[in-house]
Structures are given as structure tokens and as C-alpha cells.
């Protein structure tokens, strides 16, 4: 359910759909405005869970409103980069981030966050034209966005570090054989047993694009208590679960 | 189909394949279904399935479909008895083994649409520690982890429930000991199990029961039948009726 506030704000339906649109921005939702003729005006907005499954969302889609949906519809994983303010697609991503953090919390399914600086001197144009390449490569769920005049932010919820890291050497392959410029990733993972707060979260994978920046290799990346994430098995423990095979043979 | 029942979820593993987890879980379906409890077993191994292959059966449909074409679970249901019923998974389909986030999210919502109509979920996973294994085991309300008396079966084990509680916080584990010559070997193996566990992962495991060498076992295997069925005087029949005993209780 999505909860307007403010809703004395809305002069006509045009401006409601709008306040929805601003306040579903923090969930993990895809809005579809639904017309009754295409390039009409939109009469509804279709709120589909994003991680629903394509085939899912291509039902959900017919059984709701066949041949009505406008040619509106945005594609949900670069939404923001249709935005004319970068500082906006920003904030709206951080939302995004928000909602996804509460999702690990809830689901305990990790997530990760990229960022991708193109090229340091890169201008909106050069951005624009990467997230192009990148729609290619991102599965659905992704979520790529504007971070500054020169990084993408992409949000890859359910891939843990090992994956994110395949994921962002693909990238970079990807970016690096079609950009002129170094192409540099900062990579941050967030568990379910240590949620970070967004701000946090983004400021990590900051710090690891400096490092990316400043240093020799080109994709660093954070994982919050790596430590505590080392799941193998010791050979202290090993040696005390044989220890009662070998009671016998001792004795 | 009654619906709105709060059913309990009960994830299967163990790690090591060929521990028992299949054989074990068919038995305990049919062992909780004898005492009139409605019973769901999905099979959770999605591309290597064996379930349908150990109790004869000739499926039309699976689980693929409802990841794929997004069929409703209850199309593809098999009942084997009276209160146990079958969700089928394919096998030799690799991609139902590495399914993304996205198909994983869809798949659960599947899955919690219908769980509401059982007393019981048991999953059957895969062996190992993939990422479906962990999935279901932290969908489930109580994990079993089945192992035997080798070497082998008691490290994968204990990795497995290492992951779980490292990575998805689980406190709670329920460890079965199959294949025991004795009921002391039986005990001698979790006492060891739960010294280790508790020494270097803080988790006191409890103990839900085992089950002894039985040529029975092997015979309903070869038969596509559960013991229980087959057999059920037979001493790992027993065993099973008094695990299922323990979790009604």
C-alpha cells in the first residue's frame, strides 16, 4: 500500500498520481500509469512489486490493463536517469537504497551497491550514454541511477560479494572496452546481520571508489564484519569433531 | 483446498548428499500424515529432484513451471496418501539450480500462497551449501540437519549449520543421526556434535532422534515406496514414528 501524505497538495488527478509516484520512490515497487488510450493521459498508476517475476509482471500487466498501458512506460531499472536533475536522481536512488536495506533486514538476503566513475572529466552526455550500455548487461532488478556528473550508482539487490564482484568485472569490462577514460568501481555489501544506515552504506562504496581513484586497481570493495563472515571450517574444528572417532583407537 | 491454517515449516539438510535426507523426508511426510496432519513436502532439490523418482511417481508438471510460466503450485500437487501431498521439482535442469533473486522472491511468494492450506511444510533440499540450500533453510520456521556417523557427514554438516548461524543468525537446530549401528553410537555422535557446536559457534543443538541401519531401508528405496509404508514394523519405521512423535509434541 502506498500512503499519501499531504494530500491537500493534489489539485486534480494528474497531481495525486504525481504525490504517489513521489512517495512510492521508497518502496520496491515499478509504477505503471495505466491510460485508456495510448499518449492519453494517464487515469491510473499499476504498482507492481519489483521483484516479481518478468513473466509475472507481463500477466499482471495484461490482466489489469491489456493494450491500455501508455507508451509512458518507463523502463524501471533506468527510471532516473530520465530525470533532467542528477541531484534529484540521487536522492531518489538513496530512497531506493533505504527501502532495500529494510528488504535484507527483512528477507536476510544480502545486498550490494556499486558505483562506477567513468571517467573523472565525464559529462552527462558520456553518463547518459553509459547507463545506455549498462541496460544491456544489468538483469530487471537492478537499480542504475546518477550519483554525480561522472559516477552511475547501481543497486543489486540479492547478490552477495562474491557475485557483486563477478557482476562489476563484468562492467568494467564491459565500460572499459567502450570508454576512452579509466573506468573505476567502488563495491560495498551489505549482510542481513549487519544492516548499515543508506548513508553509511553509500559512503562505503564512496570510500572504495577513492581508493579505486587514488590506487593501482580498478574495483575495490567493503564488506561490513568480513571477519566474522568466514564461514569455513577450521582445522581446530575438525580436529574436535573427529576427536570422538579417535577415542576408541587410543583407548 | 482449506485454507488459513498456520502450518510448521521444516527444512531437511545436511551438506553431504546420500546422508538420507529424501528417504527420511518422504518417511516423516507419510509418518505425519498417518496421524492425520496435512502435509506438504516440496521437493527442494529444483535441479536434481528425487523425490518423484523414490516414490514411483510420473509427474506431469513442476516447480519449473511455476518459476517459468508462473503456474500456481497447487496445479502441480501430487497427493501420494491420504494428507500427504507432493510438490514436485525437475531434474537435470541447472538453471532451476541457480535460480536469481529475482525467480527466488517469486518463488517464495508462490510457495507462501499456498502453504496456508497444510499443517506441515517439510522441504527436501539439495546437498551442499548452495544458494538454494540456504534459501529454504532460512525460509524455514525449524531446521533438521541430518548426519551420520563418518567423517564427511559431520563436517558438512556442521558447515552447513555454520553458514546458517554466521550468516542468517539462526540459533536453533535440530540434528537427526542416520544410518547408527547403536542407540550409544547415536548419542556418542551428537554429544560430539554439540560439544563442537557449542565450543566454537555458541549454539546448543537439540537432539530430534536417530536412525538405525536397517536393510528395510534400502528395499522401499529399490521398492519407490517409504518404509513406512512398506515396512512398518520394520526398527527404522520406528525410529521415524518416534521423531515424528517428538515434533507433535
Not at chain 1, 520512490?25 to 504498482?47: H, K, M, Y
Not at chain 1, 553518463?127 to 550519483?147: G, R, S, V
Not at chain 2, 556418542?188 to 559457534?201: I, K, Q, R
Request: glycine fraction near 6%; include cysteine; hydrophobic fraction near 45%.
Amino acid at each position: 500500500m502506498v500512503k499519501v501524505k499531504n494530500q491537500q497538495r493534489a489539485e486534480n488527478f494528474a497531481d495525486f498520481l504525481h504525490l504517489l509516484e513521489e512517495e512510492a520512490v521508497r518502496f520496491p515497487v515499478e509504477l505503471i500509469p495505466v491510460a485508456e488510450a495510448a499518449g492519453s493521459a494517464p487515469q491510473a498508476l499499476l504498482v507492481l512489486d519489483r521483484t516479481l517475476a518478468a513473466q509475472r509482471k507481463v500477466e499482471l500487466k495484461k490482466a489489469l490493463g491489456a493494450g491500455r498501458i501508455p507508451q509512458t512506460n518507463r523502463e524501471p531499472h533506468i527510471a532516473l536517469l530520465d530525470d533532467a536533475d542528477a541531484l534529484s536522481g540521487a536522492e531518489s536512488f538513496q530512497d531506493s537504497v533505504r527501502a532495500e536495506l529494510v528488504r535484507v533486514k527483512k528477507s536476510r538476503l544480502p545486498c550490494s551497491l556499486l558505483l562506477i566513475r567513468i571517467d573523472k572529466t565525464a559529462d552527462r552526455g558520456l553518463l547518459t550514454k553509459t547507463a545506455a550500455t549498462l541496460k544491456k548487461a544489468i538483469a530487471c532488478d537492478h537499480h542504475l541511477a546518477p550519483f554525480d556528473h561522472a559516477t552511475l550508482a547501481m543497486l543489486l539487490p540479492g547478490l552477495n560479494r562474491d557475485r557483486a564482484l563477478r557482476q562489476a568485472g563484468a562492467i568494467h569490462q564491459c565500460l572499459a572496452a567502450d570508454t576512452a577514460g579509466r573506468v573505476t568501481i567502488g563495491l560495498a555489501v551489505c549482510m542481513a546481520r549487519a544492516v548499515p544506515a543508506a548513508d553509511e552504506f553509500m559512503a562505503m562504496a564512496l570510500s572504495e571508489l577513492q581508493k579505486a581513484e587514488y590506487e593501482a586497481g580498478d574495483i575495490f570493495y567493503s564488506f561490513h564484519h568480513q571477519d566474522d563472515d568466514a564461514c569455513g571450517v577450521t582445522a581446530e574444528e575438525r580436529t574436535q569433531l573427529f576427536s570422538f572417532l579417535n577415542r576408541g583407537k587410543k583407548e | 483446498m482449506e485454507k488459513n491454517r498456520k502450518p510448521q515449516i521444516i527444512c531437511i539438510s545436511s551438506g553431504k548428499g546420500g546422508v538420507g535426507k529424501t528417504s527420511f523426508t518422504i518417511n516423516l511426510a507419510a509418518a505425519l500424515s498417518a496421524k492425520s496432519r496435512k502435509v506438504l513436502l516440496i521437493d527442494g532439490d529444483l535441479g536434481l529432484a528425487n523425490v518423484d523418482v523414490m516414490l514411483g511417481l510420473n509427474v506431469k508438471h513442476t516447480l519449473r513451471e511455476t518459476v517459468e510460466e508462473g503456474r500456481d503450485p497447487l496445479e502441480i500437487l501430487v497427493e501420494i496418501m491420504p494428507g500427504f501431498f507432493v510438490l514436485p521439482a525437475s531434474s537435470g535442469v541447472p538453471e532451476m539450480a541457480n535460480l536469481s533473486y529475482e525467480e527466488q522472491a517469486f518463488l517464495t511468494d508462490s510457495l507462501e500462497h499456498i502453504v496456508g492450506n497444510f499443517d506441515f511444510v517439510l522441504v527436501d533440499t539439495a546437498a551442499g551449501v548452495g544458494e538454494s540450500v540456504l534459501w529454504f533453510n532460512n525460509w524455514a520456521d525449524k531446521n533438521l540437519t541430518i548426519l551420520s556417523p563418518d567423517p564427511t557427514a559431520m563436517t558438512d554438516a556442521y558447515a552447513l549449520i555454520k553458514i546458517m548461524k554466521t550468516r542468517y543468525n539462526k540459533e536453533d537446530f535440530h540434528l537427526i543421526i542416520n544410518n547408527v549401528k547403536s542407540r550409544k553410537e547415536a548419542q556418542e555422535v551428537f554429544a560430539n556434535m554439540s560439544t563442537v557446536l557449542e565450543n566454537f559457534l555458541g549454539v546448543k543443538p537439540n537432539y530430534q532422534g536417530a536412525i538405525p541401519q536397517d536393510s528395510a531401508v534400502a528395499s522401499a528405496v529399490r521398492q519407490q515406496r517409504p518404509f513406512l509404508v512398506s515396512q512398518p514394523k520394520a526398527r527404522a519405521s520406528m525410529a521415524v514414528m518416534e521423531i515424528c512423535n517428538k515434533i507433535l509434541s
